[in-house]
């Protein structure tokens, strides 16, 4: 279990690394709303890293997935990617440019 916690762990770090310009202030408050969409951000992160550079169909579907929710337009969902930005006051374009930025291996 700890080489699972520790593989958990990395990816948390990896996420938070490319969300670093997004760091919540100790003035802005923790309540469950504000962590949950971090929650989901943070693992949106992490599987969209994990699956960018996979050749394994079922984790092509899943990245697939995983760009469409980052880069669509939807408003009508609470936890779409847009009102995730919005809610926590970040530029859905700087996220945006970050993950492109992952997915090439930081050369962007």
């Known amino acids: 279990m700890n080489g699972a916690y520790s593989a958990q762990t990395d990816r948390t770090k990896q996420a ?18 504000v962590a949950i969409r ?4 943070l693992n949106a ?3 969209f890293r994990e699956t960018s550079r996979s050749i ?6 899943r990245h697939y997935q ?11 969902w609470p936890f779409s990617f847009l009102n995730i930005c919005e809610a926590l006051g970040l530029d859905p374009a700087f996220v945006r440019k970050g993950l492109r930025r ?4 930081g050369t962007q």
Not at 38 to 41: E, K, N, P, S
Not at 66 to 76: L, T
Not at 102 to 105: F, N, Q, R, V
Request: proline share 2%; with cysteine.
């Open 56 to 61: 394994n169909g079922v984790t092509l579907v």
């Open 102 to 105: 992952s997915a090439d291996g």
């Open 66 to 76: 995983d760009k469409k929710w980052f880069y669509g337009e939807d408003r009508s």
């Open 45 to 47: 992160l992490n599987s």
């Open 16 to 33: 938070l690394t490319l969300c670093a310009p997004f760091r919540v202030d100790d003035s802005q408050r923790w309540n469950g709303e």
């Open 38 to 41: 971090w929650a989901v951000l």
